[in-house]
């Protein structure tokens, strides 16, 4: 999208007198308007932000404070002046190697929280698993523009929809609440660092994996967390299965497995 903006000669360009005689015609003819709409200058900011070019970078690239970015992107102002508006719409392609990472990061595991997992979004993008896992766990700190873009790209086509039904997808969303990651709905702004995501309540529910619980009362290896543990028994009990042959499939002790038949017996008290 090209954006232009049309502003008259400068008091230093024609001098002080010429500059005065200019404003008062243009004020004449009704053509002096030195505000101009803020919602084109809130887009370019965003799509900056998309490619994670923080406020930071693009204040002190735009010459403009910060202060003055965060009205604009928050709606609080209603008019920006032209010429703050041109020196932001300048800035197309920051100087700079490398990006914040934050937004990148936050937005693979949002990913994560909807079941796609990182092989699949690796493959999606050619990587290796590990080289997007150093995003994903936090410890790549910057990425390049292209590599914010591209994650951004992959957000943008994903986020809507959920992953296909199945054990990738079940394992993945276990081990985003595991982690504590954010879905894509918790953000208001993903970019920021300083913002906090809307996690809401605990919903202890959602902890366990239906897919990975059966797998493991088949005798599969797999790793549960306690809450999966106790589901698996008393989905086990109501098959009749025995406190300890479930206690065998799942690969615990037996006062362990003594724990749970405990546990669930006083909550059915």
Not at 216 to 235: C, K, N, Q, S, W
Request: proline content about 6%; charged content about 25%.
């Amino acid at each position: 999208m090209t954006i232009i903006i049309t502003e008259g000669p400068t008091a230093k360009a024609l001098g002080h007198t010429d500059y005065e005689r200019h404003r008062r015609r243009q004020i004449a003819y009704g053509r002096w308007n030195r505000w101009v709409d803020p919602a084109p200058v809130r887009e370019h900011i965003l799509a900056l932000r998309r490619r994670g070019i923080g406020r930071d970078t693009l204040a002190r690239n735009a010459g403009v404070t910060e202060h003055t970015i965060r009205r604009i992107l928050g709606g609080k102002t209603t008019k920006v002046h032209v010429t703050c508006a041109r020196k932001l719409l300048a800035v197309t392609n920051p100087q700079m190697p490398y990006v914040d990472a934050t937004g990148s990061r936050r937005r693979l595991q949002a990913l994560g929280t909807l079941g796609w997992d990182q092989s699949t979004l690796s493959a999606r993008i050619g990587w290796s698993v590990g080289n997007l896992n150093l995003i994903v766990s936090g410890r790549r700190k910057n990425v390049t523009p292209a590599t914010a873009d591209l994650i951004h790209q992959l957000y943008e086509e994903l986020s809507p929809v959920p992953a296909p039904a199945g054990y990738p997808a079940s394992r993945a969303k276990v081990s985003a609440r595991r982690h504590g990651w954010a879905p894509p709905l918790a953000w208001d702004d993903i970019d920021d660092p300083n913002e906090q995501p809307n996690l809401g309540g605990p919903d202890t529910d959602e902890l366990v994996d239906e897919v990975a619980v059966r797998r493991a009362l088949e005798g599969d290896r797999v790793r549960l967390t306690e809450a999966e543990r106790v589901h698996a028994f008393r989905i086990g009990l109501k098959r009749g299965m025995t406190a300890t042959a479930i206690g065998t499939h799942l690969r615990l002790s037996g006062g362990h497995a003594r724990r749970i038949v405990r546990q669930l017996t006083d909550q059915a008290a």
